[in-house]
């Protein structure tokens, strides 16, 4: 390779996407194209038509005597363990053995030779249930008395009861905060194929490639090293591949070992949106007190979780939720409690952010509640509650962990003087004073965001790093690539450890076969934590070339150094694929295994205090909406970014980052709305009946920047901050400008206390109910 002065696609460099001319030219593999061996069968789930009931009978002779039917799983088909909860709670069967708890939930599957086969044998299924009573959403459960999936969470700092006798201002209401369906662009898929002994190997679309190799184990009664899970990218996940794949991993292991012939299960659009989980949706019920300034002197917030019929992740998500009900705002009292519901419906899962964007939009929501009740411009409000420091000992959060590393004020500051946001509102508000039909509302909102996986043994991660004797690299971690470019940035990473070309390193596919017990790809953690297990991998090999050129030389080691493409010792400078060969002829080592943990962090939950997050992130987004009060239809015209994501590992993927996870927000918020029927049938089930924001719903004008001043003061990887979920929360600006849009009817006199997502009907609904209330 050809002398250089500069490394091509180092760290804190634009660098495309490794994946990007393969996926827009269709080269780029998934799971579905791994070509298929010789007999391969094919796998569909048999479902509930109830949403809650015993079942008194199955009769599957017409789904086996179905042309193309191979066998049909059920429970007693599963030589292990009949459970897949990610917790250990054994709460969520593969197979329910006597009753079904969501209208979808499988209960069987059909091993066919065609797909197409297996789909339409499973529609012949005689199932005769006794239906149950059901329960669908938070609020009727818990009037039911149906029981939480999981042990609440309480947090606590102050005397709350009595701050509150003492409060000059006093507001209580309730909150519906929609959930949200990942709609990633491809579905769930599992591909088996059995081994020799006990093994078997697993190609899937997971983001938690350990945990699919445990669960996999479990419902085969083999150990974990005989299950090997690969996964080379996936077309999307967004936390709905975390803990969901491995239902579908399961069935195909159980097929393809019990056949031993290769067995793919891949349900379509229908199917996956109605036997997976979503975003949980809430209902926060808040109380809260403040002085005639607007700041805040005592919150109290009760959410309450539709979690769906077993536990899976709705533990650590509603933890989240608390833990963000602050967002960037300090409460001086605050008492804070969950309420993980069981429901009849699925089971709920991870989604970005975790949680922590239903407790940022209620924080939001008080802040409006103070600025309408007082006519002040919510900014101002947001800024006056505003995290402060230990100085002023305004720097505590709910959890009792301090914020050190506080640069809200100087982000919003920023985003308000380039986003001209005083003029704007003051233009916006002079032109909704003529009262015509369309109304327009613009509101600038603060997003700060804990950065670790609050099951503190998440934060870990392995690294296995091969040099070839020709120069060339191979780079293997434990995070899995969905699209976001984790893969790339953590190449950057040891290209500029190893000062050496991005194309000379080659990513592989995530498998359990080279890196061991990995976390799930979330939580914001991909790069944090991969990226420092591939330094330690790179540092290590260096530390041996910089041994052997210095004795090999007879110089002492800091003699030598990494410069681009070459090593330079003392005098002399060897070409790095020349050095690399020397080296091999010499014996040395030239492949490591890196590992990282998270430092400094401890939770205990129990007492509700801890450090749960290494750092935050912050940011800030002003959005500029148009409404028409007739219909309620809406369009956003202006949307301004400032986003902290520290010293940039490659500042074009976290730009994409941050747009994508903004639209994504503004989505979860405004378009996308679930909707299950008295029956239980979840009815928004395909892009159909599902609207997800279109290219056409983006800004008219976007500006997105990124706060190229800041740095993490934390020794994360190259002092960047993580961009995947923090961003997600910027959406929220887009729900506050149609509330003041809305607001402005009732000539601000009232909050709206719009729910989300706040769909035109629900805009116009909520324009109605403003003008009959005034």
């Not at 809430?282 to 539709?306: C, K």
Request: proline share 5%; with cysteine.
């Amino acid at each position: 390779m050809k002398d250089q002065t500069t490394i091509r696609g180092a760290v804190h460099q634009n660098q495309k996407h490794d994946s990007a001319v393969k996926q827009v030219q269709g080269r780029a593999d998934y799971t579905d194209d791994i070509d298929e061996p010789v007999g391969t069968l094919h796998a569909y789930l048999g479902v509930s038509s109830v949403a809650h009931g015993r079942i008194k009978g199955m009769d599957l002779s017409r789904v086996r005597a179905a042309p193309g039917v191979v066998d049909v799983l059920t429970a007693e088909d599963i030589p292990g363990v009949n459970d897949v909860s990610p917790t250990g709670k054994h709460d969520e069967p593969v197979f329910p053995t006597d009753k079904v708890e969501f209208h979808g939930q499988p209960i069987f599957a059909v091993i066919a030779e065609s797909r197409d086969a297996a789909r339409r044998a499973a529609e012949l299924a005689e199932v005769e249930y006794e239906v149950l009573p059901h329960a669908i959403d938070a609020v009727s459960a818990h009037e039911a008395g149906m029981p939480l999936v999981t042990d609440p969470l309480k947090l606590e700092r102050g005397d709350v009861d009595a701050a509150f006798e003492g409060v000059a201002n006093r507001v209580s209401a309730r909150m519906v905060v929609g959930g949200q369906d990942h709609m990633y662009l491809e579905g769930h898929i599992a591909f088996a194929i059995p081994g020799e002994d006990e093994d078997v190997i697993v190609h899937c679309s997971t983001q938690h490639p350990s945990e699919a190799q445990h669960m996999v184990a479990h419902v085969l009664g083999v150990p974990s090293n005989a299950v090997v899970v690969n996964v080379r990218r996936m077309g999307g996940g967004f936390g709905g591949k975390e803990s969901q794949m491995n239902l579908f991993c399961a069935v195909a292991a159980i097929g393809a070992k019990k056949l031993n012939r290769p067995v793919k299960i891949r349900p379509d659009r229908d199917q996956d949106m109605t036997a997976t989980g979503k975003r949980h949706d809430f209902v926060i019920d808040y109380d809260l007190g403040f002085d005639d300034d607007g700041r805040i002197e005592v919150v109290e917030g009760q959410f309450a979780a539709r979690c769906g019929y077993s536990s899976d992740l709705s533990g650590p998500v509603t933890d989240r939720a608390l833990f963000h009900a602050d967002n960037a705002y300090f409460y001086p009292h605050v008492r804070l409690t969950s309420r993980p519901q069981k429901t009849n419906t699925v089971s709920n899962t991870a989604f970005r952010g975790f949680g922590g964007p239903q407790g940022v939009v209620a924080a939001e929501r008080m802040i409006e509640e103070i600025a309408y009740a007082l006519g002040k411009d919510p900014l101002e409000v947001r800024k006056a509650n505003f995290y402060g420091d230990a100085s002023d000992g305004r720097n505590l959060t709910p959890y009792h962990q301090e914020v050190e590393d506080n640069v809200i004020g100087r982000v919003v500051e920023e985003l308000e003087t380039s986003a001209d946001y005083q003029a704007r509102r003051k233009a916006i508000l002079d032109d909704n004073a003529k009262g015509g039909i369309i109304r327009r509302g613009i509101a600038l909102t603060p997003v700060k965001f804990g950065i670790s996986f609050t099951a503190t043994w998440y934060n870990q991660a392995g690294c296995l790093l091969h040099v070839y004797n020709d120069g060339s690299i191979m780079l293997n971690h434990g995070g899995t690539e969905m699209g976001q470019g984790l893969n790339t940035k953590v190449a950057q990473v040891v290209a500029d450890a190893l000062q050496v070309d991005f194309d000379r390193i080659k990513i592989t596919k995530t498998t359990t076969e080279k890196v061991p017990n990995t976390s799930a790809t979330a939580a914001s953690s991909g790069s944090d934590l991969n990226g420092m297990a591939a330094l330690d991998a790179a540092e290590q090999i260096k530390a041996r070339l910089v041994k052997f050129a210095a004795e090999s030389r007879g110089v002492p080691e800091e003699a030598v150094s990494f410069a681009p493409n070459r090593i330079v010792i003392g005098d002399e400078s060897v070409a790095f694929d020349s050095f690399v060969k020397e080296a091999y002829m010499a014996r040395v080592h030239l492949s490591a295994a890196g590992f990282y943990k998270t430092p400094k962090i401890h939770w205990d939950r129990e007492a509700g205090k801890g450090r749960p997050f290494y750092y935050y992130a912050y940011g800030a987004a002003c959005s500029e909406v148009a409404i028409d009060t007739l219909t309620g239809e809406y369009r956003v015209e202006r949307t301004d970014i400032l986003h902290d994501v520290g010293r940039s590992l490659n500042p074009i993927l976290d730009k994409g980052q941050v747009e994508g996870a903004f639209i994504q927000g503004m989505g979860w918020l405004t378009t996308e709305e679930l909707w299950w029927d008295d029956a239980g049938r979840l009815r928004t089930h395909a892009p159909s009946t599902y609207k997800i924001p279109l290219a056409s719903d983006r800004p008219r004008i976007f500006n997105t920047n990124l706060a190229d001043w800041s740095e993490n003061r934390e020794m994360t990887i190259k002092r960047s901050k993580a961009v995947g979920e923090p961003p997600f929360m910027l959406g929220i600006s887009v729900f506050e400008a149609l509330s003041m849009a809305v607001a402005s009817v009732a000539d601000y006199r009232v909050c709206p206390r719009m729910d989300a997502p706040a769909t035109p009907e629900r805009v116009l609904m909520t324009i109605e109910r403003l003008k009959a209330e005034v």
